[in-house]
């Protein structure tokens, strides 16, 4: 009891030293020990409504506010400028992060921040535009037998097309990550998307339940069952095609035979062989499900999002139609490096997607140090957190006019971008933790959407009410009705 005692006035007065920092800031209705958790209890709906209340309320104050889950400060952060501070210069992710190392242990999207470092400077190469644009090849395979399976959708009622991008997108990073061809177009239902889908659904209750948060608590529930035999499961899979890959390395090295000598695709795992760091065989997996987990879904959404806002706003429609048809002579190939670097109106069109639904709508740093932010006037104090909220930036006014909310892809024309606050966009997160990974996902969605587009004619369901469950879906789903061209 007396151990409880002291523990509590210690927290007391690290709160209240917290609390005065941060005194200017506003702060929803809270409660006792609790503070502001309440607002995350409900459904994944009810999160994203409350999140928008947070939002209303830092605009109202200089694009920021604060709240308490428990004994833990964060401010939530609505502005570009205060948000380029943050992101510039805490560069190690919130302690809430901690939820999928089980998962994706010290793999780039969650590492420490001295591993990161070393790490991303050996894996930065390997996501250049010039081994990107060798994947062209698998991209427009895959893309062919998406266009051939949404053909059973064609005439049809509205549907929710989601599913049908998720299953070739992972068919193409699955390839080009690993060598593996999964075939999840023919075949969606594996024990390995099934172990997947369930580690996602229950890390999404760890982040926004904040009694769940606890490893004593989440010991005791069914869920922590579920979620160590489903990420044993996946793990299973990323170690065989480990081990079988460093085999093959060996095998080539002893032959000296070099990465290209037999006319192979250079997969993402094959390059993490012999590089300046020996990555161990855990460390490899952990990089690669990080990049089929974390990076795969975040591209499908943006993919879904695009085509129902084509299909909404069918005058942007047309236009990226004719693009198209400019491009590749009205032809239904596969796009080409050349071809995809010439679709500007597109790639607008997509950046706006992006702006209107981000998909990783908020992105949490820990605060190390103390560290002024200019636009909120405010000192941020060592040992909160700040979220920054890249949905809500994206939806400013101020950083984006009274049309905001608007779709609206000539934004994103170079001549309307010149004044733009370099962090008012950042669907790829901003600063040196950026994702590495951008320029695949831009490559992905030109080629996929560019190919649909001139396969069919899309028209779509507004989108309606949003879910936050670790990424942002609508309730209703990606909902397009299509016919071929």
């Not at 992060?97 to 793999?107: A, E, K, M, S, V």
């Not at 893309?143 to 053909?151: H, P, Q, Y």
């Not at 370099?422 to 951008?438: E, K, L």
């Amino acid at each position: 009891m007396a151990a409880g005692c002291c523990y509590w006035l210690y927290w007391r007065a690290g709160a209240n030293r917290l609390d005065s920092a941060t005194a200017s800031l506003p702060v929803p209705p809270s409660l006792p020990l609790l503070g502001n958790a309440m607002l995350f209890i409900g459904d994944a709906e009810k999160i994203v409504q409350n999140l928008d209340k947070i939002a209303e309320l830092g605009y109202k104050h200089k694009g920021a506010a604060k709240l308490w889950l428990g004994p833990k400060l964060y401010i939530a952060i609505g502005n570009a400028e205060d948000a380029k501070i943050v992101l510039e210069n805490c560069l190690d992710k919130d302690v809430v992060y901690r939820f999928l190392r089980p998962w994706l242990g010290h793999g780039l999207f969650v590492a420490p921040l001295g591993l990161w470092k070393s790490h991303r400077k050996v894996l930065l190469p390997v996501f250049h535009n010039k081994i990107v644009e060798e994947y062209l090849g698998v991209i427009g395979e895959q893309t062919n037998i998406l266009i051939e399976r949404l053909r059973e959708q064609s005439n049809e009622d509205y549907f929710d097309v989601l599913r049908y991008i998720t299953a070739c997108t992972l068919d193409i990073v699955f390839e080009t990550a690993m060598g593996e061809r999964m075939d999840i177009q023919h075949s969606p239902d594996t024990p390995y998307l099934r172990a997947r889908h369930t580690v996602m659904t229950i890390l999404n209750m760890r982040f926004f339940k904040v009694w769940l948060q606890p490893d004593c608590l989440f010991n005791l529930t069914t869920y922590a069952r579920q979620q160590k035999e489903s990420i044993n499961l996946t793990h299973e899979f990323t170690n065989e095609v480990v081990r079988k890959r460093r085999l093959e390395y060996e095998r080539n090295k002893l032959k000296k035979s070099n990465e290209k000598s037999d006319g192979k695709l250079r997969v993402v795992l094959d390059m993490l062989f012999g590089r300046e760091i020996e990555f161990t065989d855990e460390q490899l997996r952990e990089h690669i499900d990080s990049i089929t987990i974390a990076g795969n879904d975040t591209t499908a959404l943006v993919i879904a999002y695009t085509l129902v806002l084509l299909g909404i706003h069918q005058d942007a429609q047309e236009e990226v139609f004719k693009e198209q048809e400019s491009i590749l002579d009205g032809s239904k190939r596969a796009a080409t490096k050349e071809d995809i670097y010439k679709m500007h109106f597109l790639e607008r069109v997509i950046k706006e997607s992006m702006r209107l639904y981000s998909v990783v709508p908020i992105v949490a740093r820990n605060i190390d140090r103390d560290l002024y932010l200019p636009y909120c006037g405010v000192t941020l104090p060592a040992g909160a957190s700040a979220v920054v909220g890249v949905f809500a930036i994206h939806r400013s006014i101020a950083e984006w006019g009274p049309s905001a909310n608007e779709f609206d892809p000539n934004r994103f024309l170079p001549e309307n971008s010149i004044d733009r606050h370099p962090a008012a966009f950042m669907p790829f997160s901003y600063g040196p933790r950026n994702c590495i990974g951008r320029n695949f996902g831009m490559i992905l969605a030109k080629s996929i959407i560019s190919s649909i587009v001139r396969s069919y004619k899309i028209d779509a369901k507004t989108i309606g009410r949003l879910k936050m469950e670790l990424l942002l879906f609508p309730i209703d789903g990606h909902q397009i009705r299509i016919r071929r061209r």
